[in-house]
């Protein structure tokens, strides 16, 4: 199981980042996507999420209106639109993939997966 992230970098006042978080080894429309963000003395934190049809998404009071998340199921990936970006935005942001799929089909294929993760960092 693979979970791969990329996009992130270095970003100016305003600017825009495009996370992507490529998937592989377990089936991928049988799992919710997440991004979450952590920065260093504090607890990981919810970003965005979108359910495995990619039909409905929730997302942090912090970014609602500037980031969009979606999915392509064809090819197994979840992406984070990022756009008038703040420097509390600042963070390693991590793709997670949370399977809703019947209780044995998560119990064979796992219940939870997480990538390594991706820095996003302000530059003034």
């Known amino acids: 199981v693979q979970l791969v992230e990329s996009g992130g970098g270095l970003v100016q006042p305003g600017g825009s980042l495009r996370l992507s978080c490529a998937t592989s080894g377990f089936t991928f429309s049988y799992y919710a996507m997440s991004w979450y963000r952590q920065v260093p003395g504090k607890e990981r934190e919810l970003v965005a999420g979108?359910?495995?049809?990619?039909?409905?998404?929730n997302y942090a009071d912090s970014v609602k209106g500037r980031f969009t998340i979606s999915r392509d199921n064809a090819k197994n990936t979840v992406n984070l639109q990022m756009n008038s970006l703040k420097p509390e935005d600042t963070a390693v942001y991590y793709c997670?993939?949370?399977?809703?799929?019947?209780?044995?089909?998560?119990?064979?294929?796992?219940?939870?997966?997480w990538g390594q993760g991706t820095q996003v960092t302000f530059s003034s």
């Open positions: 979108i359910n495995s049809a990619g039909s409905s998404t």
């Open positions: 997670k993939a949370r399977c809703v799929a019947l209780y044995d089909v998560c119990r064979r294929s796992g219940y939870e997966y």
